[in-house]
């Protein structure tokens, strides 16, 4: 039998429910996770499936938060041996935008990303933009 690792209560109360992780203005939920939760004072313990995915959605929030994204433009830009201004005119963007998506001062339309992943995987296709 578990004890609950905060005040030592020895009833655990497994539970499936949903959390949602918040961080720096962005959310989201996780569904169906499994954890023990104490009867007396509400902590809970995860299960390790569900503790797994609660790191790996955290990590990924701050990811995002901090903006890696920018981090992932500018290198795959310096792949294509491309200026931040000709990328632009490429993506039909203003030519401080790519400055200011690789700062993470500005966050870079989900398509533009998208496609900017897909060059990634496909460098031939930038002549065909
Ligand atoms: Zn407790």
Not at 89 to 117: D, I, N, Q, W
Request: glycine fraction near 10%; charge should be positive; proline fraction near 4%.
């Amino acid at each position: 039998m578990m004890t609950c690792p905060v005040c030592g209560h020895s009833e655990m109360v497994d539970k499936v429910l949903d959390e949602t992780l918040a961080y720096g203005g962005q959310s989201l939920t996780l569904h169906a996770m499994r954890g023990a939760f104490c009867s007396r004072c509400g902590e809970g313990v995860w299960d390790e499936e569900s503790y797994r995915r609660y790191t790996e959605a955290q990590e990924g929030l701050i990811r995002t938060v901090k903006g890696d994204v920018g981090a992932d433009i500018r290198r795959i830009r310096k792949k294509l041996n491309l200026s931040q201004a000709e990328l632009a005119s490429l993506f039909g963007v203003g030519k401080m935008a790519f400055s200011r998506y690789e700062r993470g001062e500005s966050r870079p339309p989900v398509p533009l990303v998208k496609l900017l992943k897909l060059i990634d995987r496909h460098p031939n296709l930038l002549s065909e933009m």
